[in-house]
């Protein structure tokens, strides 16, 4: 085998893994980062990429069917899907380089395209390598997670890194989860003219504002989209057509769903196993590696865990940690890595983003000293130029205008929250969000008028009037 000794291995080259790979090796660490599938990991690969490039496609065919809004002649949209595959591909192909093997070699990384595995608490090992590192950083991800339900062996099943490479457009799409990741990829296919049911146990959106949520699901309903809210799968069977699965609801009403395809979209499962980790003493459970605030591993000291191997959940989560290990580690901060509040983005149509507490959330910690103001896409000058006015912007607002959380949920709604994440990141009140002088017309006035609002009551209270009438009289 032949040996290294460095400052810094990785293990996984997803998200979190290049972030810290290339800024270890700028910064003059050696790295060894091992990747055992493709650079990039899930979200170049089979996630946020390949999705959006889907939703992308799907947004084109529902402008077709609803160019009568703008009194153009609306047509339904005939879609070629080896050419929506294509597209997917050369999208995922245009981003490739950034995360390519040549590229972090570039920065001096030692890349080792082999499985890895703990050997002891410092040491990792694959086929053809050993590596003794003074850190080592578990980055590995995760994959969907496919619930125990009788007859899944029976049947084919799709997660997202198999779905964007089926050779026909499903006839109806059978979409097991109702989050993120369900509401999303079923709502494109949807668009793209299949007909799709989704099934979730709990409630469709359960992270979100539900006044958010049920915009976004009556949208769906209107669009064509079964859903079965409260709704478990009891079995499935294969069908002459594809499959079947079993339904019951909590009043043990039951049911059958017939489909052409399946997608499981129920939940995400940590990249864990073949690591060894009981060889290298670190704690751990089916959701992640147990860690402390700085995301170090709380039974082995020379351990990190970044992305969803600490739990993540999202792309920009696992960057950010990047930048928490090398602000702790390279430059001996000390920053947690709940430090900043974290963006949520669902990108349905319309989008529905969120950031810090809900209004429930708010109410339940904080109690009746929470406000919350609210503005409409209706009241907003471009989305009645766009005839695109569903939705809203909520801000949730505790002692002394501190900003506790906010929620929109409209069209471009991911990068509307942008200025919110910011004056939350800042440590700044409403005010901030009232401040800036905004370009006329644009969607993102809708933050400044619901920031507005909350100061409204104050501005045109009685007291300033009374102000007003006596500064009035000075010459």
């Known amino acids: ?14 998200s979190a893994g290049l972030s810290l790979a290339a800024g270890a090796a700028q910064l003059g660490l050696s790295v060894v980062l091992f990747e055992a599938g493709e650079m990039g990991g899930d979200c170049l690969n089979y996630g946020c990429v390949p999705s959006k490039a889907l939703i992308a496609a799907a947004h084109a065919a529902h402008a077709l069917r609803n160019a009568h809004r703008f009194g153009i002649a609306a047509s339904e ?34 890349v080792i395209r082999e499985r890895a595995r703990f050997e002891d608490a410092r040491s990792v090992v694959s086929d053809s390598v050993r590596v003794r590192a003074r850190r080592i950083v578990i980055a590995t991800g995760s994959h969907a997670a496919v619930p125990p339900i009788p007859g899944f062996n ?6 997202n890194e198999t779905i964007f490479n089926i050779e026909e457009l499903p006839r109806h799409l059978i979409v097991l989860g109702g989050g993120a990741i369900g509401v999303e990829l079923g709502q494109a296919f949807a668009q793209l003219g299949s007909h799709v049911t989704i099934i979730e146990a ?15 699901l009556a ?77 170090r591993s709380i039974s082995n000291s020379n351990v990190w865990a970044l992305g969803d191997a600490a739990g993540g959940g999202f792309t920009h989560t696992a ?35 969120q950031i810090g507490l809900t209004e429930r959330q708010a109410r339940e910690r904080f109690g009746a000293q929470v406000k919350t103001t609210r503005w409409d896409f209706h009241d907003n000058d471009r989305a009645q130029a766009q005839r695109d006015t569903e939705g809203f912007c909520k801000l949730v607002i505790g ?40 370009p006329y017309p644009t969607r993102g006035e809708i933050v ?19 102000l007003v009438s006596l500064l009035k009289q000075i010459p």
Request: net charge neutral; with cysteine.
């Open 219 to 295: 949208r769906l309903r209107t669009e064509g989209v079964e859903i079965f809210e409260g709704w478990r799968a009891l079995d499935a069977t294969p069908s002459p057509s594809g499959i079947v699965l079993n339904l019951a609801d909590p009043n043990s009403a039951t049911r059958e769903v017939e489909g052409s395809h399946l997608l499981v979209a129920a939940g995400r499962t940590p990249n864990f196993e073949g690591l060894n980790l009981e060889a290298a003493g670190i704690a751990f459970d089916r959701r992640h590696i147990t860690t402390s605030a700085t995301l």
């Open 448 to 466: 400044k008028r619901a920031a507005g609002a909350y100061f409204t009551p104050t501005l045109f209270s009685p007291m300033t009037r009374a």
């Open 154 to 159: 029976r049947i084919k099943i799709h997660t």
């Open 202 to 216: 709990a409630t469709m959106l359960g992270a979100a504002d539900r006044d958010a949520a049920d915009i976004v």
């Open 1 to 14: 085998m032949k040996e290294y000794k460095v400052d810094l291995c990785i293990i996984g080259a997803g």
């Open 319 to 353: 960057g950010w940690h990047a930048s928490v290990f090398v602000r702790n580690v390279l430059f001996k901060a000390r920053t947690a890595a709940d430090a900043l509040p974290m963006p949520a983005v669902t990108f349905c149509d319309p989008e529905l983003a």
């Open 399 to 438: 002692k002394g205008g501190a900003i506790l959380g906010a929620t929109i949920v409209g069209a471009e709604a991911g990068e509307l929250i942008a200025p919110i994440a910011l004056a939350m990141a800042s440590k700044l009140g409403m005010r901030a969000l009232t401040t800036p002088v905004l």
């Open 77 to 110: 949209p005939k879609v070629d899907w080896a050419s929506v595959k294509a597209h997917i591909k050369g999208v995922i192909a245009a981003i490739a380089p950034n995360d390519s093997q040549e590229r972090f070699e570039g920065f001096g990384v030692t």
